[in-house]
């Protein structure tokens, strides 16, 4: 690639990313009566803040929530459940006259 076109991609790919840059970071807000944080960006979005393990970041939360795990202890039992009625079709398909 030649001078020049190398200079010219570079300078698309700096003006491409200006517009990124000129986003403001959001700024966390913590609501008096819940206590719970939000994320309010200067285009006035609202959001909420959620912690490293998926929670929300609300004092009535606990850090030893067990959402998580119970909601993947629900998967699980419901992947064994399908898991068993595919067996049980496999089985009927297989032994019909």
Known sequence: MNRPARWAVITLLALAAVPAAALDRPVVW???DTGCAYLLTPQGGIS???RRDGTPDCPSVSTG?????DVGRDIARGLDALRREVE???DRYNNRP
């Open 30 to 32: 913590r609501d008096e």
């Open 48 to 50: 909420p803040r959620y």
């Open 65 to 69: 929530s067990r959402g998580v795990e």
């Open 88 to 90: 049980r079709l496999r």
